[in-house]
């Protein structure tokens, strides 16, 4: 086997490849040692030179590798170690990088950002918040600088020529959630001017895990306020309460869903007065029952939102940490507010959406770093085509992971947990306390006061004070309660003494669904070659045991009749329990990849609507555009008024042309004689409204067509959403569910383009003489004014990156 695994191991001959690299770089290292400052500033130059002279990247990628290693010596007095350099060449590639805690892949991104910037293009650094990008590029910055290239970070809330400048730097940090909204932003303007970004050539993404599979299912939205009344979430969180769970509805906890029995259903109907609640008319009923369901027995407070200055506030369930401005979705916000009892906002209205997987697929080549990517190997291969390389730690890990202990109830794991944290606080050895929710923290917090052992508690209540915790963290005697919100972006770092004792002892307190999740929690300890230790302590009571692995250890337990208090432990137990997070993370990746399917085709749309919304940003005059348009909407119109004898019904036509402002009766009963005439009719009245306006027309007829493109676009989003709820249920009548959306989906978007090009012609024929420019400032304002919020929602993502059309549009158009 071990022959085999080293001719098959992909991973294996990367890293051999790239140490091939890497002794390329080092053997350069003494020579631009001997650059005096100005000779290494000056290689920008010659490589930028050597680009445009028909070189590649991969041409200079060893010299420029050297350059940058050089530089990070002398401005940050920090050296590239050669590990460093091989995830570098990873991120190159446009692999994602696997690099433990620790070891620094801050710096790594120093080297390809560099190369990458040299074509000019931009190179975007992607982080999980602010504080990242702006430390980020503050820190690195100088290897920048230094090399004659320009740095920007955009951080929220900044004005827009503010974000511009930034964007037209060679390098520019920021935030996974900035950049996906400038791009949404950019596709709302009313000039070009007002875009901020300028275009998408490469990128990295930090902590790509999170970011581009834990969070692909969340678009970015931009939204505005709805009319739905607030009175209904309230009235519809009552009802929930009144109705019997097993009696009127049953619940699905692996899938999350809520099903109403037939009980159920007529207990509801007469509670709301009506007959038959799936009448469509009654449709809405149904979806505010199933809401406020799942807020009741789904969403728990200081788990899944904890309640802040009377708002609920969404809690990370992969980092713990709080999401300020993230509103879930579809209303299930608002039921959970009506839940709680807190004022309950407003629902919003989607004017643009994408998610992060549809956004970043957009980059010419996409990388990104993470201390743990291999257990999501394929999605990142399926939905990105990274690779996912794993880079070898600078020095060996020699921390002992030891085999779960697994207890039949939580009590009894409780008191296990209580009682090793007080067996190594005798020792002094530093402990991290990892629990999966704020509440279950706060239940461990209390029990240690009972026992009046001093600890730190660190989740999304107390995130202000993180940076402190984690700095004491490592210390003697420490003992430190966290949420997953402390395996990511902070460094432990072990105080005297505590190498003997054994380095930080980590305590996992249950099984997260996610393995990376686990993964991050044991990488706080046994960081750069220090010692560590880690161990879960476990029981059936656990959800995730429960759900997915329960029966099967259940019977190992009552088959060796251990007894209470005792735990089980062995390595064919922790494999069951891996092999249960395996199910878990095959489920959420199978339902990714579900709505992948169906949001591809979303995309082709949107990159339609997009592409034709630069293309009139980007022109002054419309003539040959209208004139298609008016071309579309007459036959279209004609062919609507054909009778069974296949002539016009002419009284039919006359009717439908009043939409237009044109009152003239038609004559022709022949097709074509009609079009003409029509035709005719339509575009000498353009064109004396043409006249009528004079110079200003062409900007009128700009406004108008991208404000019926963003209005149409905005309602066609509202019914793309319930279309990919009535398809999902299609699945129960034997009919593939992406199929059908993908059917119906192509119908929607025919009629959106239908729609689009009456209402072009009807505005332009019907419009009088106004102050466009005082709208057009209103319009602004309006857009400046709509929410930037990140929703939990269903996916949208890319299919490919596509190329602008260049020439005059015909008629819209998407693949089916």
């Known amino acids: 086997m071990s022959i085999l695994t ?194 998408h050539h490469y990128a990295i993404v930090d902590e790509a895990d999170s970011i581009l599979i834990d969070e692909a299912r969340t678009p970015l939205i931009i939204s505005g306020p709805s009319d739905t009344p607030s009175h209904l979430y309230t009235k519809f969180a009552s009802i929930a309460r009144k109705l019997r769970r097993d009696e009127d509805f049953t619940l699905d906890e692996k899938s999350k869903a809520v099903i109403l029995t037939d009980d159920g259903i007529s207990r509801l109907e007469k509670m709301l007065g009506i007959e038959n609640l799936y009448d469509p008319k009654n449709i809405h009923f149904l979806f505010h029952t199933l809401n406020a369901l799942k807020a009741l027995h789904y969403f728990k407070r200081d788990k899944d939102y904890i309640i802040q200055d009377g708002e609920v506030i969404i809690v990370d369930e992969f980092t713990g940490r709080l999401m300020h401005g ?70 060996p890990v020699i921390r002992k992971d030891k085999n779960d202990l697994i207890y039949k109830t939580q009590k009894e794991k409780w008191n296990a947990v209580i009682n090793e944290i007080k067996e190594r606080f005798k020792k002094g050895q530093p402990m991290l306390v990892g629990t999966t929710s704020i509440e279950t923290s706060e239940l461990l917090s209390h029990m240690l006061k009972k026992e009046n052992i001093p600890h730190n508690v660190l989740n999304a209540k107390y995130h202000e004070k993180e940076a402190e915790i984690i700095a004491q963290a490592g210390q003697k005697g420490m003992i430190t309660i966290a949420t997953n919100m402390a395996g990511r972006g902070t460094d432990i770092k072990l105080g005297e003494g505590v190498v003997e004792l054994g380095g930080l002892y980590v305590i996992g307190t249950e099984r997260h669904e996610s393995r990376r999740i686990d993964n991050q929690l044991i990488g706080r300890s046994g960081r750069q070659g220090d010692p560590g230790e880690s161990r879960f302590f476990l029981s059936f009571e656990d959800d995730l045991l429960r759900l997915f692995g329960g029966d ?83 036959d279209r119109l004609v062919e609507s008024s054909i009778n069974e004898e296949e002539l016009v019904d002419k009284e039919d036509l006359s009717k439908k042309l009043l939409a237009f402002g044109v009152v003239e009766k038609i004559d022709y009963a022949n097709i074509e004689e009609c079009k003409d005439k029509v035709f005719k009719i339509l575009w000498d009245k353009y064109h004396s409204k043409k006249d009528e306006f004079g110079e200003e027309f062409q900007k009128i007829a700009k406004f108008i067509m991208l404000r019926i493109i963003d209005e149409r676009w905005r309602k066609h989003l509202e019914a793309i959403e319930h279309l990919k709820e009535a398809v999902s249920l299609r699945a129960y009548g034997q009919k593939d569910p992406a199929m059908e959306f993908k059917k119906e989906s192509y119908i929607l978007f025919e009629e959106l383009i239908n729609t689009i090009y009456d209402d072009t012609v009807s505005y332009l024929l019907r419009i009088i003489k106004v102050d466009t420019s005082k709208e057009e400032e209103e319009t602004k304002k309006k857009i400046n004014q709509l929410n930037f919020v990140h929703n939990d929602g269903s996916v949208i993502n890319r299919a490919e990156k596509r190329k602008e059309k260049k020439k005059t549009h015909k008629r819209i158009r998407v693949k089916r």
């Open 552 to 634: 099967k250890l259940k019977n190992i337990m009552n088959t060796l009749k251990i007894e209470d208090g005792q735990p089980i432990e062995h390595g064919i137990l922790s494999k069951i329990i891996r092999d249960a997070q395996k199910r878990v993370e095959g489920i959420h990746f199978s339902i990714r990849k579900r709505l992948f399917e169906l949001d591809s085709i979303m995309d082709y749309q949107r990159a339609s609507i997009y592409s034709h919304r630069d293309w009139i940003l980007g022109r002054d005059d419309y003539d040959e555009h209208l004139k298609e348009i008016f071309e579309d909407v007459v």
């Open 326 to 395: 993230r509103r879930y979705s579809e209303g299930l916000h608002q039921a959970i507010e009506a839940k709680e009892g807190v004022k309950v906002k407003e629902e919003s209205l989607t004017y643009a959406t994408i998610t992060f997987q549809n956004y970043f697929r957009m980059y010419e080549k996409l990388a990104g770093m993470t201390g743990t990517a291999k257990t999501e190997e394929d999605e990142f291969k399926q939905i990105y085509n990274c690779e996912v390389v794993v880079i070898p730690t600078n020095k």
């Open 6 to 199: 080293k001719i098959f191991d992909k991973n294996k001959r990367i890293l051999n490849r790239y140490k091939k690299i890497v002794e390329k770089i080092n053997a350069l290292e003494e020579q631009i040692e001997k650059l005096s400052d100005e000779q290494l500033k000056l290689k920008t130059d010659e490589f930028k030179k050597r680009l445009k002279d028909g070189e590649t990247l991969d041409d200079i990628l060893v010299e420029a590798f050297a350059v940058v290693r050089e530089t990070a010596k002398r401005v940050l007095k920090m050296r590239h170690f050669d590990v460093q350099l091989m995830g570098g060449l990873a991120l190159h590639e446009g692999n994602v990088a696997e690099m433990k805690t620790g070891e620094g892949k801050t710096l790594v991104a120093t080297l390809p950002v560099y190369l990458n910037a040299l074509t000019g293009k931009g190179v975007h650094l992607a982080t999980h918040n602010d504080y990242l990008a702006k430390r980020d590029a503050q820190w690195m910055g100088p290897i920048y600088e230094f090399l004659g290239l320009s740095v920007g970070f955009i951080q929220a809330g900044m004005e827009n020529e503010e974000r511009k400048r930034a964007y037209q730097c060679d390098v520019t940090y920021g935030t996974a959630n900035e950049f996906g909204f400038d791009y949404l932003r950019d596709n709302l303007v009313y000039d070009l001017n007002d875009k901020v970004q300028r275009g």
